[in-house]
C-alpha cells in the first residue's frame, strides 16, 4: 500500500510540473505577440458572419470613423517590410494584402456609409480604388471594379450627388475616365477621345525632351524621354493627357538624339506633340 501512494504522489507531482510549464510556455507566447508600443484592443461585440478575426493586438495607421463604429487600417507583415495592409471593423478583418490601404474619405447613403479607399502595392504602380460599405446590422462589403484606378497616377477626386458618389480618375489613353458607385456597385466609364494639351502641359513635355533626349544612348532609334522617378511619374501622367502623341514624342527625342540639338517649343512641336493648333 505504501509503495502504491508513492506512486500515485510522484505521478501527481509530474502532472502538476507539466501544467505549469504549459501555463508558462503559453503566458511568454502571449508576451511575445503583445506590442508594447500603442497597440490596441478592439471588441468585437457586434453580430458577424463568418469574417476573419482581426489580431488582439495590432499597431494603428489610420483610423476613419462612420455611423456604425470605427475602420481601421493597421500594420501587417514582418517587421521589416511593414505596410498599412489590414483593415478592420468591429474586429474584423474587412481587407488584408500586402499592400498599402488609406481611408480616402467618408460618404453617407441612406443607412449605409461608403468609405472610399485608395491601395498601392508600392514602386512604379498606379492606385487603386474600392469603396467599403457599411450599417447597423449587415456585415461590411467591398464594391469596386477591375478598372477602377487611375492610369494616369492622378489623385482620386470624388463628391457625391444625390445618392450616386462620383469619382474623377483622371485621363486614360486621352479619355476622360470617371467612376460611380451606385446601388452598391462601381461603374467605370470613359468619355470621348478629343481635346488637347494645355500649354502648361506641352511645355513640361518639351522640358524632358530637351532634358533627357540628348544624353548618349546606345541606339538613337530607341531614345524616348526618361530620368528619375519623379520625371517618370510625371511622363507617365502627361501620355494619357487628350492630345498627347507618343509616336511623335519619341520620334522628336530620337531627331534630337541623332543631332545632340533639343527641338524649338514652336508651332509644329506644339501641333504635332501636343495637339494644339
Known sequence: MGLARLSVTSTGIRAAKAAVFALTLLSACSSAHADPGGSVDEPSNLP?????????HYEVAQVKKTRYGKLIVAYNGPEEVRTPGLIIFRGKIVLDQITGYKLIKRFSI??????????????????????????????PTVATAEDFDTADWSEAKARQVGDRILVELGYENGRKKTAELISGQVVVHLGETRGRMTKEDCDSVHDLVEKTCLESW??????YPHGSFAEMSELTTLEHKPGFSKREVARVCQSACKNHMAPDL?????????GIS
Do not use: M, W
Open 218 to 223: 546606345q541606339t538613337c532609334e530607341h531614345a
Open 48 to 56: 458577424t458572419t463568418g469574417a476573419r478575426s482581426a489580431p488582439r
Open 110 to 139: 441612406g443607412d449605409t456609409d461608403a468609405i472610399l479607399v485608395s491601395e498601392n502595392s508600392g514602386g512604379q504602380t498606379q492606385d487603386r480604388y474600392s469603396f467599403i460599405l457599411v450599417s447597423a446590422n449587415r456585415e
Open 266 to 274: 514652336d508651332e509644329s512641336f506644339k501641333k504635332k506633340v501636343c
